[in-house]
């Protein structure tokens, strides 16, 4: 993998993470803030042994949590997780 490219997530996990944005899973799922305080979250579907890390701004692309803590620094949570 290149450095700088985060690890393609496959188009099904994609539109279901979209699918089920449209049904407010994100209010359910773990919420953090990178480096830049742009938020993330941390959704219940997995690729490559990693979550796949659905971001709240429009021009980012899901990555895994591996791959954005690579590029946006490390990710804090903002919320309680339990």
């Given at each position: 993998m290149?450095?700088?490219?985060?690890?393609?997530?496959?188009?099904?996990?994609?539109?279901?993470?979209?699918?089920?944005?449209?049904?407010?899973?994100?209010?359910?799922?773990?919420?953090y803030?990178?480096?830049?305080?742009?938020?993330?979250?941390?959704?219940?579907?997995?690729?490559?042994?990693?979550?796949?890390?659905?971001?709240?701004?429009?021009?980012?692309?899901?990555?895994?949590?591996?791959?954005?803590?690579?590029?946006?620094?490390?990710?804090?949570?903002?919320?309680?997780?339990?």
């Amino acid at each position: 993998m290149d450095d700088t490219r985060p690890t393609p997530i496959p188009d099904d996990i994609v539109s279901d993470i979209c699918e089920d944005s449209l049904l407010t899973a994100p209010s359910t799922w773990p919420k953090y803030e990178d480096r830049d305080g742009e938020t993330w979250w941390l959704t219940d579907y997995t690729h490559d042994g990693d979550h796949v890390m659905l971001p709240a701004p429009g021009d980012t692309p899901m990555m895994l949590r591996r791959d954005a803590e690579h590029l946006h620094g490390p990710l804090t949570t903002t919320q309680p997780t339990g």
